[in-house]
C-alpha cells in the first residue's frame, strides 16, 4: 500500500502543464492595465482635480472633502467597468503581511452602486486585533486607515484595493507605511539641504528602490506531506541527499519547466498591477529562484513587493505549487534575501551615487556616499536590528548570506579616491579644465561606473550607482529596514549640513569646506569599510579587533530599540515617538518567541508521534531477523547491537523532547506575567533565547545527526 508521501510524488510526477497565455503580444499594451494611475485620473477627472490629486502626490497636501467625492466616483465608474464589485482599503500591520476588509458597492436601500468620497479616504478596522505592542487594549478597539494618494489604487482578484495608512484612535502608527513615508520625507528635506550646495534647482529628493526578491517553489502535494513547512515554513528535521547545491549547477541554469510556467503566469498579473517586474533565474539551491524589478519610489516599491508576494501565491496555487518565502527553508543549502537595492533621486533627474564626468557632480556624488557610509557606521547596531527576526537568524553568516557584522563595501577604486582623499585632500573641481583643489599632494583617480568588482558577502555594499543592502530576509517587509536606513542617512546628513557651514562661518571657501568635513567623516567611519571575504572566520576577528558589533540573535540584535539614541533618533525626525517604537521593540520581540514556540511544537510533534514509531516499528523488524538469526543458529550480535544503539537514541529522543516541552511550559508562565505587566522584560527574551532556542537547536542537531535514516530527505521536494 503506498505511503502519502509516495502518493504525493506519484502527483507531483504527473502534473500537466498549465497553459499560460499572456492578454496581448506586448506587455506595453496591458502593463497596468489593472490601476488607478496617472494616466486614468488624467482621463477621468477634471483638469482641476486632477491637478490638486498631483500636488497630494508631490508635495503631500491634504485632499478635501469635494474633491475626493469627485475621485471615487471616478474610481466606481472605472471599477465596475472592469466587473469589480468590492473594494476594500489594503494596509500593511505589524504582522509583516498585508491586511483587507471587502465592502461591496452595492447599496441594498438604494438599490444601486454607491462609494462615497469618505469610503475611500478613510475606514475603521478593529486596532486591537493587530499587533500593536501594547499601545491598544482588547477594549480599545478604535482605528483608522487612511488613503495613500502617492501609491497606485489597484483591481486584484475582482476587488478595488486602496493603499492605505493604519494608525490607531490616539494617532499612533499601527503600520509598516506610516514611518516608511515619513522618513523619505525626512530624507528628502536633509537630502536637499546638501543638493542646494550643489545645485540650487533641486527642490525635492525621493529614495529609489529595487527589491531582488529569492524564493524556493516545491509541488503542494509534497508540501503538505511535511507539517513542518507548513506550521513553520521550514523542515525541522531531516538528512541532506548526496547531491544538493555542491554542483553549482543550479545557479542561472535551465528553469524547470512548471516553475518557468508558473513565473510567466505571475510575471503577467504583476504587469497589469503595474509591477515592473524585468527579471526571472535559477538562485543557487536546488528549486530556489528569483525575481526582480526595475527600480521604483521606495513607497510604491514596497507595496509593490508586497502585493507581489500575494501574487505568487495566488499564482502558485492554480500550478499546484507552493511558493516559500522563509529565509532558510531546508538545511545544507543556500537561504532566501531580500536584496534591496537603494539610492536617492533628485527632482532634476540625477541619481546621486552616480559617479559623472562633471567634478562638480563628483563633489556631490563623494558627499552621498561618505554621509551614507558614516551613517551605517554610527548605527551598525540599529540597521543589523532592522533585519533581525527569527527566521533570518538561519541565514545570516551561514557561508552563503551576508554575515550579522555590518559593513560597507565600497570597491578598490571608491576606496582609494576616499582614502587619498582623507590624507592628502585631493579632488578635481569645476575651475577650468584640468584644474585641481590641492590640500595635499597628488592626482586621485577618476570615478567611473562599474570599475570595480562585486562582493556579494558585504551586507551593505555599494554596485555602482546604488547601495545594496542584501541582508533583507525574503519574507521581510521592506518598509522596516528601508525606514531605518532613510532615517539614519537623514540624521547624518543634518549633521553634516551642520558642519560644513561651521567650516564656511569660520572663512572656509564653500568646497574647501565640503572636503574638509569629508576627510573627517572618512576617517571616522573608516572601521565599518571592509572589501573582503564577509563570510571568513578572519572577518569576524578582524571586525571584533576594530569594535565592531556581532549580534548573532535576533533578541541580542533588538536590545538597541531600548537605547536612549534610537529613541531620540526616530523621535526627532518624527518618523516614530518613543511609544511608538517601544511598541514595535515589543511585536519584534514577541513575533520571535512566537515562532521559535510554533518550531518546538512542531519538532515535538514530529518526534513523539512520527519519528520514534518509525524508528520502534523498524527496531521491531530487527527484533524478528535477530530471533530468525538465532533460531538458524547465526550470529545476531549485529542486529542486536544495532536494537540496542536505537533503543539509546529513543530514549535520548523522549528525553529532549520532554526536556524542551517542559521548559517552554515554564517559559510560558513567566510570559503571561510579563505579558500583564505590558512588557517583556530582558529576563524573559534571555530566557527564550538561551533556553528554548537552545533546546530546539539541540533537538533539531540530535533527530539529523542519529535519526537520519528514518527523516525524508529535504531536499526530496525540489522540482526537477
Not at 174 to 193: C, G, H, Q
Not at 319 to 347: Q, R
Not at 363 to 386: E, H
Not at 393 to 404: M, S, T, V, W
Request: charged share 25%; aromatic share 8%; hydrophobic share 40%.
Amino acid at each position: 500500500m503506498a505511503t502519502l508521501r509516495q502518493k504525493a510524488l506519484l502527483m507531483a510526477t504527473a502534473r500537466p502543464r498549465i497553459a499560460v497565455t499572456a492578454p496581448a503580444p506586448k506587455i506595453s499594451d496591458y502593463f497596468g492595465s489593472q490601476i488607478f494611475g496617472t494616466k486614468q485620473m488624467k482621463e477621468s477627472l477634471a483638469p482641476s482635480i486632477f491637478k490638486k490629486v498631483m500636488e497630494a502626490i508631490d508635495k503631500g497636501t491634504k485632499i478635501d472633502p469635494a474633491t475626493a467625492e469627485e475621485i471615487a466616483s471616478a474610481v466606481k465608474v472605472w471599477a465596475l467597468s472592469k466587473g469589480v464589485t468590492h473594494y476594500t482599503h489594503w494596509f500593511q500591520p505589524l504582522t509583516g503581511s498585508t491586511a483587507e476588509k471587502h465592502d461591496s458597492f452595492f447599496d441594498a436601500h438604494a438599490g444601486i452602486e454607491k462609494f462615497k468620497g469618505s469610503a475611500l479616504v478613510q475606514q475603521e478596522p478593529d486596532a486591537s486585533s493587530f499587533p500593536h505592542g501594547g499601545i491598544r487594549s482588547t477594549f480599545e478597539a478604535r482605528g483608522y486607515t487612511a488613503w495613500d494618494p502617492s501609491s497606485p489604487i489597484f483591481i486584484f482578484e475582482k476587488t478595488l484595493c486602496i493603499p492605505t495608512i493604519f494608525v490607531s484612535y490616539t494617532g499612533e502608527a499601527l503600520d509598516y507605511k506610516t514611518p516608511l513615508l515619513k522618513s523619505m520625507e525626512a530624507v528628502n528635506s536633509a537630502a536637499v539641504e546638501i543638493c542646494q550646495l550643489f545645485d540650487r534647482n533641486v527642490r525635492k529628493v525621493t529614495p529609489s528602490l529595487g527589491v531582488e526578491q529569492e524564493y524556493f517553489v516545491i509541488d503542494k502535494a509534497l508540501y503538505a506531506t511535511r507539517p513542518d513547512l507548513v506550521m513553520s515554513g521550514r523542515t525541522v528535521f531531516g538528512h541532506s541527499p548526496a547531491r544538493g547545491q555542491q554542483l553549482e549547477d543550479h545557479y542561472f541554469g535551465t528553469i524547470p519547466t512548471r516553475v518557468k510556467d508558473f513565473m510567466m503566469d505571475f510575471e503577467i498579473e504583476a504587469h497589469k498591477l503595474g509591477i515592473p517586474v524585468s527579471t526571472r533565474h535559477n538562485e543557487v539551491a536546488p528549486g530556489q529562484f528569483e525575481v526582480a524589478p526595475v527600480f521604483e519610489e521606495i513607497n510604491k516599491a514596497t507595496d509593490h513587493n508586497q502585493l507581489l508576494m500575494d501574487i505568487m501565491d495566488k499564482v502558485a496555487e492554480k500550478h499546484n505549487l507552493k511558493v516559500l518565502f522563509h529565509e532558510k527553508p531546508f538545511a545544507g543549502v543556500n537561504g532566501s534575501g531580500k536584496h534591496n537595492n537603494w539610492s536617492l533621486i533628485t527632482d532634476t533627474g540625477v541619481n546621486l551615487f552616480q559617479p559623472s564626468n562633471s567634478a562638480r557632480e563628483n563633489l556631490q556624488f563623494l558627499t552621498f556616499v561618505v554621509a551614507t557610509t558614516k551613517a551605517v557606521y554610527d548605527y551598525a547596531d540599529l540597521l543589523r536590528a532592522s533585519i533581525a527576526s527569527a527566521n533570518n537568524d538561519f541565514r545570516l553568516g551561514a557561508n552563503e548570506a551576508p554575515p550579522a557584522i555590518m559593513s560597507v563595501f565600497l570597491g578598490s577604486t571608491l576606496s582609494n579616491v576616499l582614502d587619498e582623499l582623507e590624507k592628502n585632500g585631493n579632488i578635481k573641481i569645476e575651475k577650468g579644465d584640468n584644474m585641481y583643489m590641492k590640500l595635499g599632494i597628488s592626482k586621485i583617480p577618476e570615478i567611473i561606473l562599474d570599475n570595480t568588482d562585486r562582493n556579494r558577502t558585504s551586507p551593505f555594499a555599494f554596485t555602482g550607482n546604488k547601495f545594496e543592502f542584501r541582508a533583507v530576509g525574503s519574507s521581510a517587509n521592506v518598509a522596516g529596514p528601508m525606514t531605518v536606513l532613510n532615517v539614519i542617512v537623514a540624521e547624518t546628513l543634518r549633521t553634516l549640513a551642520k558642519d560644513i557651514e561651521k567650516e564656511i562661518s569660520a572663512g572656509k571657501e564653500k568646497k574647501i569646506a565640503i572636503v574638509n568635513v569629508l576627510r573627517k567623516y572618512i576617517k571616522d567611519s573608516k572601521k565599518i569599510r571592509f572589501e573582503g571575504d564577509g563570510y571568513s572566520e578572519e572577518w569576524e576577528k578582524e571586525a571584533a579587533k576594530r569594535g565592531l558589533s556581532n549580534k548573532k540573535s535576533t533578541p541580542e540584535a533588538l536590545d538597541i530599540y531600548h537605547d536612549k539614541k534610537t529613541a531620540d533618533l526616530f523621535n526627532r525626525h518624527a518618523v516614530l515617538n518613543p511609544k511608538e517604537l517601544h511598541a514595535r521593540h515589543e511585536i519584534m520581540l514577541e513575533n520571535y518567541i512566537k515562532k521559535v514556540q510554533i518550531e518546538s511544537r512542531v519538532m515535538g510533534d514530529l518526534a513523539l508521534n512520527h519519528i520514534i514509531p518509525t524508528a520502534i516499528q523498524y527496531q521491531n523488524k530487527l527484533i524478528e531477523n535477530a530471533n530468525g538469526l538465532k533460531g538458524l543458529g547465526l550470529d545476531n550480535k549485529a542486529a542486536i547491537e544495532t536494537i540496542k544503539e536505537i533503543s539509546k537514541h529513543l530514549e535520548s529522543l523522549k528525553l529532549n523532547v520532554h526536556a524542551m516541552i517542559e521548559e517552554r511550559k515554564r517559559l510560558n508562565k513567566v510570559e503571561d506575567v510579563a505579558e500583564r505587566a505590558k512588557g517583556y522584560s530582558s529576563a524573559v527574551k534571555d530566557a527564550f533565547f538561551e533556553k528554548i532556542r537552545y533546546a530546539v537547536d539541540k533537538l533539531e542537531l540530535l533527530v539529523d545527526d542519529e535519526f537520519w535514516p528514518l527523516v525524508k530527505y529535504r531536499e526530496m521536494l525540489f522540482i526537477k
